[in-house]
């Protein structure tokens, strides 16, 4: 059936119907009538001939023209079956090539094939698909644009009466209004407190709807990155001597480039930060820096709980804090380690983390040797756990086949949807010779791109972020 604006279409049925007949009738006739033709005319030359030439030349005539005749109807059978099948296969090819660029997120490609037939009918569903799927994703970044704004707006407008307030609190607290009593003074302190806390929240909600909208401020210039992480490292010992933990740095030779120290620094200090809340009395925290290709890979690890799969795939989640009762007295807005990944990938830098529970954790960020021209928006207050889950279960389906469903469920219940566990399994496979040298690497490529390792660092050295982090030690 066709379709078009107005309905149903009987007559551009029938003309379509009728078309396509008088198109195949006019191919075979324009193609298949002149090897009749050739067929009768040395029919007639052999009969007339036949009984003039001896028997051996009349044999090769016959069979001459058999050949030739033979010759072109094979011929003529090869351009009618060129063009059949081309008239089928183009506009299937066509469709397959704008459903890539969909799968893509590109709403905006339509079709344009002409054939009268079932396939038309296709494509003109296929354009009312896009189109509804365009409008839905303009309606998404509309509604996205507006979170954000709210969010600036009102992160803005919360912190206007904090700085007065603190102030005025600051004052009581230190005697201008009058002397206090101790039961004052301890009400007090809970007051100031709570109001500090308040305003790291609003100031985090700040950087989150700046790093959303692109607005997320850098000042580019000429860094001494040894420097730089030696005096991060320096300003961080004072809290970790509270612990009793020892911060061992080593860096390497490194290039001076240019990039936010402040912005580098800020990333480095939450890290480790979080290292020093996660370790235990009297351990240690390594922090490294390397020059890896055309970029600089920064890594901390530490010693402590560390975390399960889990936490691993959600911890650069909003509000996401590990549940773990001895550090959860330490509180957190749960938006710092958001925030340095919103910095990171803003600079086009990745960050992630690797780590095993009783087995510490490392975690790794790479920012690129030349700044950014450009600054993009991140999007941070969305989870991408379920979508890190999805695109494994894409790889597995991929590569191993029906057999990739069961095992993917199969490590999902053992919970061994991390990195480490999944390269051990890639491994494995290889061993057992399920999957060769070339593909068990391809396979460790493609799993390492999914948790947002650097895909140049995998595809070029072949190794993992664990071996290049033995590599910086």
Not at 198 to 218: N, Q
Not at 335 to 351: H, Y
Not at 404 to 417: P, Q, S, V
Request: charge should be positive.
């Amino acid at each position: 059936m066709v379709w078009d604006d107005e309905g149903f279409s009987l007559k551009k049925l029938l003309f379509s119907k009728i078309n396509r007949k008088l198109t195949f009738l006019f191919a075979i006739v324009g193609l298949v009538a002149p090897a009749l033709a050739l067929f009768f005319f040395y029919n007639i030359s052999v009969s007339i001939l036949s009984d003039s030439l001896p028997a051996e030349q009349s044999v090769m005539l016959e069979t001459t023209a058999a050949i030739i005749i033979t010759l072109l109807l094979a011929i003529d059978a090869g351009v009618i079956g060129f063009f059949v099948s081309r008239s089928i296969s183009k506009p299937i090819k066509e469709l397959y090539m704008v459903t890539k660029e969909v799968q893509k997120g590109n709403f905006n490609v339509r079709t344009n094939i002409k054939t009268g037939d079932e396939i038309e009918e296709l494509s003109v569903a296929f354009n009312n698909t896009t189109t509804a799927l365009a409008k839905l994703d303009t309606e998404r970044k509309e509604i996205d644009n507006a979170k954000s704004e709210f969010l600036s707006i009102t992160s803005h407008e919360l912190r206007s009466p904090m700085t007065p307030m603190k102030a005025q609190l600051q004052m009581l607290e230190g005697g201008y209004f009058g002397k206090l009593t101790k039961k004052q003074k301890d009400s007090l302190k809970i007051v100031v407190r709570n109001a500090d806390r308040l305003d790291k929240i609003i100031v985090d909600f700040l950087e989150v709807s700046r790093i959303e909208a692109a607005r997320l401020k850098f000042a580019f210039k000429e860094t001494n990155i040894k420097d730089l992480v030696e005096e991060t490292v320096e300003f961080m010992n004072g809290f970790a001597k509270e612990k009793n933990v020892t911060l061992d740095l080593k860096i390497d030779k490194l290039p001076i480039i240019e990039l936010d120290p402040d912005r580098t620094s800020q990333v480095l200090r939450n890290l480790i930060n979080n290292a020093i809340k996660f370790s235990k009395n009297k351990s240690k925290i390594e922090i490294r820096a390397k020059h890896v290709d055309d970029h600089i890979l920064f890594s901390v690890r530490d010693y402590g709980c560390g975390m399960n799969s889990e936490d691993q795939i959600r911890i650069f989640e909003p509000f996401y804090q590990v549940e773990d009762h001895s550090v959860r007295k330490h509180g957190g807005t749960g938006l710092g380690l958001t925030i340095c990944r919103g910095i990171v990938e803003s600079q086009k830098g990745k960050i992630w983390v690797e780590s095993k529970p009783e087995s510490g954790s490392t975690f790794y960020f790479i920012v690129p040797l030349k700044p950014v021209e450009e600054i993009e928006p991140i999007k941070v207050l969305f989870s991408p756990r379920n979508k890190i889950e999805r695109k494994l279960k894409e790889e597995f389906k991929s590569i191993l086949g029906p057999l990739g469903m069961g095992e993917f469920n199969e490590l999902k219940g053992k919970n061994a949807l991390w990195k480490e566990d999944l390269f051990k399994y890639v491994t494995s496979l290889t061993r057992q010779h399920i999957l060769n040298e070339e593909q068990g690497k391809f396979f460790k490529n493609r799993i390492g791109i999914v948790f947002g390792n650097e895909k140049d660092v995998i595809n070029d050295k072949n190794v993992t972020p664990t071996s290049i982090f033995e590599v910086v030690k």
